[in-house]
């Protein structure tokens, strides 16, 4: 199965999605409009606080894997429930000594994830003017772009 999953993810009321560092495990948003942009594709992410990079699934925080697992789940449910509910029909039909019965399965749950409302600075690239928030403490002396990774 090499079906591809593709889900908006919503971020906080001005748009903002949470993502998690690899490597030093901070927070950090993105704008959901400009990471999904499809005029603008990246593969790597940089991390704003420590600056390293990775690919930007490593990014993914674990509400987000959560939610394309649930999504990945259902769809397979849905695939299973369409083809045995057809094979349920056509052995039942030609009045066949086998007859089948099959309970669909139920979907799980999915949650919709909405961010939380926290207190962060949105900076903007001077290089590639696309957004992002970070946790604004003393003791960062260096903010970094997360898509290109010049320093701010
Ligand atoms: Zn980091
Ligand atoms: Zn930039």
New binding site residues.
Partial sequence: MDEIFRFTIQGDNEGYVTFECPFCGSEFKLQAGEYQDSERPFDDLFCPYCGLTKNKNSFLSSDIIEKAQALAQNYIIEKLNKAFGKMQRSINQNNSVIKMRYKPLKKINVKELKDKDTSECIFE?D??Q?HFKVLYYAGVSKIF?S??G?DI
Wanted: aromatic share 12%.
């Fill in positions: 690239c290089c590639c696309r772009c898509y290109c010049v």
